[in-house]
């Protein structure tokens, strides 16, 4: 392994690729100038070949992405990678002669990732790094020489910290931001359904929550419009009808609350034998009537129609007649369904909670699933990404043996 490093960062032989065992010694690394030597970090398997640390078995190295693997359970010889990272790490630093800032930084790079399951998990699907973490240490001037080797200890503390972060906090994908807005939009939807079953069974039912509602929401309609006013005297603009219109949406709330109390007080038509109690008062009998109401009417039908599209509406910024047209329609048809009854506003809260908990187990296994797709595509670019380098340093290779026969000759 060794004497490929030592010949050349050229050289046509990537034995440090090849498949070895996690017991295998790795032997000192043999550091190179630094402008070869950044050459070989950033070709294909470049860490595990600069830091002369062998490969592992790609088929052993596919763990759970999803559960992180500890440094005893490690396939890679962590305290042989600190080792040869700090022998490097002296010749490289840019305040020695002959060290780079820039080979310094890969060097650094180069640990890390060997350091961290899930950063070398990713390295060895196609042996390059395709993350940058360069803007990380961007500002952070290399110590002096004096100090380079406490240097490289203090850096290697740091770096297990920044690497240990990296393994704990997953990269946020395409996925999990739509996971994040869907269970987001279906909470939305929950919080909006109970506040409308409020309204619907509780506060429209009985005359004094009616009250105060309505009483609640004309002065909230008063607040609007008081600070809509203020804020046109500042620009000095005039109100026009368009920038009134969230002063009227909590008057028709109102109407829509109002409707549905109302729609509770029509009176039944019923016999009056079946509607008549006779209450014997002393020496006479009085006749007592019970009034018996609608429990559903097509005013109340209206009012809850009317509350609950407004309610939809206002979690939209942009509200197209187009737009309201569907909310009203989508309302119309669940108020239908609904009809301000306490059970069938807990079974559409409970289906919505069914929702919420599928959009939780679901999203993470799609997610899974995806990854490991994306994987097996990335594992087949990386096969050509190392054949192709492999062919690279053949022609490489034959080019100077050519060049070392003809100044031979000469």
């Given at each position: 392994m060794t004497d490929n490093i030592k010949s050349s960062p050229t050289a046509p032989s990537r034995s440090t690729s090849t498949t070895s065992s996690s017991t295998s010694s790795s032997a000192a690394p043999v550091a190179l100038p630094s402008d070869e030597a950044l050459e070989l970090l950033l070709s294909p398997d470049g860490y595990y070949t600069y830091l002369s640390i062998p490969k592992p078995d790609?088929?052993?190295?596919?763990?759970?992405?999803?559960?992180?693997?500890?440094?005893?359970?490690?396939?890679?010889?962590?305290?042989?990678?600190?080792?040869?990272?700090?022998?490097?790490?002296?010749?490289?630093?840019?305040?020695?002669?002959?060290?780079?800032?820039?080979?310094?930084?890969?060097?650094?790079?180069?640990?890390?990732?060997?350091?961290?399951?899930?950063?070398?998990?990713?390295?060895?699907?196609?042996?390059?790094?395709?993350?940058?973490?360069?803007?990380?240490?961007?500002?952070?001037?290399?110590?002096?020489?004096?100090?380079?080797?406490?240097?490289?200890?203090?850096?290697?503390?740091?770096?297990?910290?920044?690497?240990?972060?990296?393994?704990?906090?997953?990269?946020?994908?395409?996925?999990?931001?739509?996971?994040?807005?869907?269970?987001?939009?279906?909470?939305?939807?929950v919080v909006r359904t109970a506040l409308m079953g409020v309204v619907s069974v509780l506060l429209s039912r009985y005359l004094i929550l009616t009250i105060v509602t309505l009483g609640m929401l004309v002065f909230l309609s008063t607040r609007i419009y008081s600070a809509l006013n203020v804020a046109a005297k500042g620009a000095n603009v005039k109100l026009n009808l368009l920038s009134l219109k969230d002063v009227g949406v909590p008057l028709l709330i109102a109407v829509g609350v109002f409707s549905m109390f109302r729609g509770r007080r029509f009176v039944m038509e019923n016999d009056t034998s079946s509607g008549e109690d006779n209450v014997v008062v002393g020496d006479s009998t009085t006749t007592v009537q019970e009034t018996i109401y609608h429990s559903w009417t097509w005013t109340f039908w209206f009012?809850?129609?009317?509350?609950?599209?407004?309610?939809?509406?206002?979690?939209?910024?942009?509200?197209?007649?187009?737009?309201?047209?569907?909310?009203?329609?989508?309302?119309?048809?669940?108020?239908?369904?609904?009809?301000?009854?306490?059970?069938?506003?807990?079974?559409?809260?409970?289906?919505?909670?069914?929702?919420?908990?599928?959009?939780?187990?679901?999203?993470?296994?799609?997610?899974?699933?995806?990854?490991?797709?994306?994987?097996?595509?990335?594992?087949?670019?990386?096969?050509?990404?190392?054949?192709?380098?492999?062919?690279?340093?053949?022609?490489?290779?034959?080019?100077?043996?050519?060049?070392?026969?003809?100044?031979?000759?000469?």
């Open positions: 790609p088929s052993s190295s596919l763990t759970n992405p999803y559960l992180d693997a500890t440094p005893e359970n490690s396939i890679i010889d962590l305290d042989q990678v600190k080792k040869n990272y700090r022998r490097l790490s002296l010749k490289h630093h840019p305040d020695r002669r002959g060290g780079n800032e820039e080979t310094f930084r890969a060097l650094n790079r180069a640990k890390i990732v060997l350091s961290s399951p899930k950063l070398r998990r990713e390295y060895d699907l196609i042996g390059l790094d395709l993350e940058d973490d360069a803007e990380d240490h961007h500002d952070d001037p290399p110590a002096s020489s004096e100090n380079a080797s406490g240097d490289a200890s203090k850096t290697e503390n740091e770096d297990k910290e920044h690497s240990n972060n990296n393994n704990q906090n997953k990269t946020e994908t395409v996925m999990s931001h739509l996971a994040s807005a869907t269970l987001a939009g279906v909470l939305q939807m009012g809850e129609t009317l509350v609950m599209t407004l309610f939809i509406a206002n979690s939209f910024e942009k509200r197209s007649p187009a737009l309201l047209a569907l909310f009203t329609t989508i309302s119309g048809i669940f108020a239908l369904w609904l009809r301000g009854q306490f059970w069938r506003y807990a079974t559409l809260l409970g289906f919505q909670g069914v929702i919420a908990l599928l959009v939780v187990l679901a999203f993470p296994i799609m997610e899974m699933i995806l990854e490991q797709i994306v994987e097996e595509k990335m594992k087949k670019v990386g096969e050509k990404i190392r054949a192709h380098d492999a062919r690279l340093r053949e022609l490489q290779r034959k080019r100077n043996v050519a060049a070392a026969a003809a100044a031979s000759l000469d």
